[in-house]
């Protein structure tokens, strides 16, 4: 078993960790604070390829494996939690599914400008009424003409106030429920779209994550994505896609604790001496780093089993965010621990690192619902 990275992947690594420390880091305080988008960095991204990197080259993307988009998302997350999450919400859940699912018209009318960044893309699955539960959501559409008229309000949708296409779920039967559901690629301009409510969030506070609101939403019949009642299968796959980038998020912002905590450790005295050298300490960092290669391992084996096509990767998927998420969590909060009243301050990117964590056990899925996922799988 060969766990090197290839050229190919060490280059998209190299020229991600760069662009971060250069480029996002020193604002990721800064837009925490505010909320602001971060509309120039990620136009700066996108000349660098990373919001095209699974856009296949015919229609202007980079094209790259899905562990080289592991590897990028890390090194993002770990400069920025919010940067990270916004740059794996645009290729893994607006792009991947209409490469996946789209039909050719629908690959060329949208992949070669989001490829670009001039389009920028969202993913509508949450509720206010339904979250864990796709089948309960009550979001309907109906065939007028040539057109579906949507109803329904989306809620928690990251990139949802910058998105200019969105990737959207929809009952049109809803009578049978999952069964029932269908996809739609929305743009912001269609006629009974609006952005409503913006989150004040705990943590990834620049992501514009904002409620969407249809409203006799007119939708060309052709920008259905996949088959009319088999949304449900799309959204399942495209989630499974995106949990290995939610889990390479959650390992950078827990990669970006340990960093810090340890120059802080070497940097720290107490008693006369460096608190590195305590023995509870260093227990901390042992396991801080221990369990930071494990989520990354099984992360990267998940998109590895994605790039080998292995037909159902549902199950590598879930164990890479469930381990990773906890991961970040406990590393944060150790991070915090080692910095004592400091770390509880926002003169310390730690809190930040703490509050970003939270969120990696709840959305694309919660650890609840990974478990669940995997359990079902070894019944199987």
């Known amino acids: 078993m060969n766990l090197s990275l290839t ?16 480029e ?83 690959k060329e009318k949208y992949l070669p400008r989001m490829a670009t960044g001039e389009l920028l893309g969202a993913f509508g699955l949450t509720e206010p009424n339904c979250g ?66 913006h989150e004040d969030l705990l943590g990834l506070r620049a992501t514009s994550n904002c409620e969407l609101i249809f409203e006799d939403c007119k939708v060309p019949k052709e920008n259905v994505l996949g088959e009319i009642g088999k949304g449900f299968k799309v959204a399942m796959g495209t989630l499974d896609v995106s949990r290995i980038d939610i889990g390479a998020q959650a390992v950078g912002i ?55 096509g292995k037909k159902r990767f549902s199950r590598e998927a879930a164990m890479a965010k469930l381990f990773a998420a906890s991961t970040a969590v406990e590393v944060t909060r150790e991070a915090v621990q080692i910095f004592g009243g400091y770390g509880y301050t926002k003169d310390y990117p730690v809190e930040r690192y703490f509050r970003d964590a939270k969120c990696m056990e709840i959305y694309e899925g919660t650890s609840e619902i990974q478990k669940i996922v995997i359990a079902r799988s070894l019944l199987a």
């Open 132 to 197: 864990s539960d796709p089948a309960g959501m009550e979001t309907k559409a109906v065939p007028d003409g040539d057109h579906y008229l949507l109803n329904g309000t989306k809620r928690f949708i990251t990139n949802g106030g910058a998105a200019d296409v969105f990737v959207v779920f929809a009952l049109t039967d809803p009578a049978a429920k999952h069964r029932g559901i269908t996809c739609f690629v929305v743009e912001k301009d269609f006629p009974g779209f609006s952005v409503g409510k």
């Open 24 to 106: 996002l880091e020193p604002k990721a305080a800064e837009i925490d604070a505010s909320g602001e988008f971060p509309s120039d960095s990620i136009k700066k991204m996108a000349k660098l390829g990373l919001l095209s990197m699974v856009v296949p080259e015919k229609y202007g993307g980079a094209e790259f494996d899905f562990v080289s988009l592991a590897v990028a998302i890390e090194e993002i997350s770990r400069a920025c939690g919010s940067t990270g999450v916004i740059t794996a919400v645009h290729n893994s859940l607006a792009c991947w599914p209409i490469v996946n699912w789209g039909t050719d018209a629908l």
């Open 7 to 22: 050229e190919d992947q060490k280059m998209v690594q190299s020229m991600a960790r760069e662009f971060a420390l250069k």
């Open 254 to 308: 827990a990669q970006a604790a340990l960093d810090k905590s340890l120059a802080y450790s070497q940097e720290r005295k107490q008693f006369g001496r460096p608190i590195c050298e305590f023995q509870m300490i260093q227990e901390k960092l042992a396991e801080m780093a221990t369990s930071i290669l494990a989520a990354r391992l099984l992360t990267y084996n998940a998109a590895f089993q994605k790039d080998a």
